[in-house]
């Protein structure tokens, strides 16, 4: 089993702070990297949340020697050319310790950043998107026409350094969401759910990926609250 911290605000009560909560910069940051890499998590997720996780991770890098960044990515965001070099930089730059967590994100969230596709339709996307990504991470040439995406002659200038490619991780629920994990993802998360819904959210995606003659790995997101006593928490 694999265990990973979280690298992303909000985090921490300060009662004692005007704000009330613990200030979530640069500083903070550092810490809690050096604390997962020097207690042997395996690394951390880097959510989208208020810091754009990219630059949260390279800033990280020097900082750290062996935790691995799960680094989320929105295909509705950026062009997956694009995406694929910045993964085989930060691939390169860490020596091997870069993870990708494909989330096709809520029409909430995206509209702000002026993308208007329904839920299917991010999803059929992502689809699109990872015919483009994988290839390109395995530092093979691509061109790809799709409803979505319309790729001419890509190939990056820049290889995974003699490091695997970055592997795929997914997190999202749907039906939709299922079948793209099943067909293009290596490792799926499940929100934290009791055991008998993790079950069997797993055995669904597992018969989706059984269809592609593909395997996974599986995942989990909890959240740790701790108090002095079962009732408490
Ligand atoms: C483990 C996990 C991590 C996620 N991380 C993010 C994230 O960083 N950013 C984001 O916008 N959505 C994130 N999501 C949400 C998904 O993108 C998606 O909106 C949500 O799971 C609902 O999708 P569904 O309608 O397919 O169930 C995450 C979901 C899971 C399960």
């Known amino acids: 089993m694999e265990i990973y911290w979280y690298l992303t605000a909000p985090d921490g009560h300060q009662p004692w702070t005007a704000s009330g909560s613990r200030q979530v910069n640069y ?6 990297a050096r604390a997962v890499d020097h207690l042997g ?8 949340g208020a810091h754009d996780p990219w630059i949260l991770g390279a800033a990280l890098i020097p900082y750290t020697e062996r935790m691995k960044f799960l680094i989320a990515i929105q295909p509705g965001l950026i062009s997956p050319t694009l995406l694929a070099k910045m993964a ?10 870069v993870l990708l967590n494909v989330v096709s994100g809520d029409k909430n969230t995206l509209g ?14 992502s689809d699109e998107f990872l015919q483009v990504l994988r290839p390109l991470l395995n530092e093979e040439n691509v061109s790809f ?18 490091y695997p490619p970055p592997p795929l991780w997914f997190g999202g629920s749907s039906e939709a969401a299922q079948e ?35 395997q996974l790995r599986y995942g989990i997101r909890l959240y740790v609250i701790v108090r002095e006593t079962d009732e408490l928490a």
């Open 27 to 32: 500083a903070y940051f550092q810490q809690v």
């Open 41 to 48: 998590f395996t690394g951390a997720l880097l959510a989208t």
């Open 88 to 97: 085989v930089t930060f691939n390169q730059f860490s020596k091997g310790r």
């Open 112 to 125: 702000a950043y002026g993308m208007h596709l329904d839920h299917d339709a991010r999803y059929d996307l």
């Open 145 to 162: 026409k799709g409803e979505h995406l319309d790729i001419e002659n890509a190939r990056l200038a820049l290889s995974n350094g003699g």
């Open 180 to 214: 793209v994990a099943a067909k293009h993802i290596d490792t799926y998360l499940s929100w934290g759910e009791t055991p008998p819904q993790a079950a069997e959210k797993i055995a669904r995606v597992k018969a989706r990926a059984d269809k592609y003659h593909r």
